[in-house]
């Protein structure tokens, strides 16, 4: 990971500097966007640095994505109940980035992309929409057989987190500050590294477990979490985002 984030960051600062002051293309444009892809909706600028690099910064969230389903409930006891209560899942990422494209030609509208996007550690929430008076009495909610500590108001959180800092690799077609038109569309093929996604929560034990993470290898694959192990070491696995996006671009002066 900190191999890949100096790689990103070499890429992105070394070659700019190396364009020559004297360049008639160094910050003499600059052009808004609009993107829509898997790393969501973005709004961004660029400006040329030189005839070789392009420098975009902006913004990119995905809207809430959420699911709901009825979880069992355990007391305090580990005991299940029979009663259920909804619990609701939430995907959602918001991120700022700074990318460097980089043409192999001065004509070129193929480009390699280096860079990073900043953002928040937590891509999914997930919590009970409502209470129970066991969980307020220190039970949990049952999610894939595995317990999910609740607080004394009864609700229990669960986080997926990665990592805030995200190297970016990836190649593209197109300019985000147009040469010859006044608007152009572009497109992205990349990569964000987000490091080792990790689950976290309380367990049964909320007032001396605390808030931590959940990991797949203290849950025995014979019990009744067994699907909770499948999901969270399936978690663990995905390092990389894939970022696919269009872009349309338009040159303000």
Same mark, same amino acid.
């Given at each position: ?38 790393? %969501? =909706?973005? $709004?961004?600028? &660029? ?5 070789? !690099?392009?420098?975009? #910064? %902006? =913004?990119? $969230?995905?809207? &809430? ?5 009825? !979880?069992?409930?355990? #007391? ?31 004509n ?6 280096a ?14 929409t ?5 969980l ?52 992205d093929?990349?990569v ?12 049964d ?13 203290n ?23 894939p ?11």
């Amino acid at each position: 990971m900190k191999k890949l984030a100096i790689l990103a960051l070499g890429i992105a600062l070394v070659l700019p500097s190396s364009v020559k002051a004297q360049d008639s293309e160094l910050f003499n444009h600059l052009s808004l966007g609009v993107s829509l892809g898997t790393d %969501g =909706i973005g $709004f961004e600028a &660029a400006v040329p640095i030189g005839r070789y !690099v392009q420098a975009r #910064t %902006g =913004i990119s $969230f995905m809207p &809430a994505f959420s699911y709901s389903d009825d !979880v069992h409930i355990q #007391t305090s006891a580990g005991l299940e109940l029979p009663d259920k209560v909804e619990a609701k899942g939430t995907l959602h990422m918001t991120d700022w980035k700074l990318l460097f494209d980089i043409f192999p030609s001065q004509n070129s509208a193929f480009h390699f992309t280096a860079g990073f996007y900043v953002g928040k550690q937590n891509v999914v929430t997930a919590k009970n929409t409502e209470s129970h008076p066991m969980l307020e009495s220190g039970g949990a909610i049952l999610i894939g057989g595995q317990p999910f500590g609740a607080n004394q108001q009864g609700v229990a959180n669960i986080q997926v987190r990665t990592s805030s800092f995200k190297p970016y690799l990836g190649i593209g077609f197109g300019r985000a500050v147009p040469r010859k038109h006044r608007f152009a569309v572009a497109c992205d093929l990349g990569v964000q590294f987000w490091g080792k996604p990790k689950v976290y929560g309380w367990d049964d034990d909320v007032l001396h477990g605390g808030f931590k993470e959940v990991k797949y290898q203290n849950i025995d694959p014979e019990s009744s979490a067994a699907d909770a192990r499948d999901a969270i070491k399936a978690i663990n696995s995905i390092g990389v985002w894939p970022v696919i996006n269009i872009r349309i671009n338009g040159r303000i002066f």
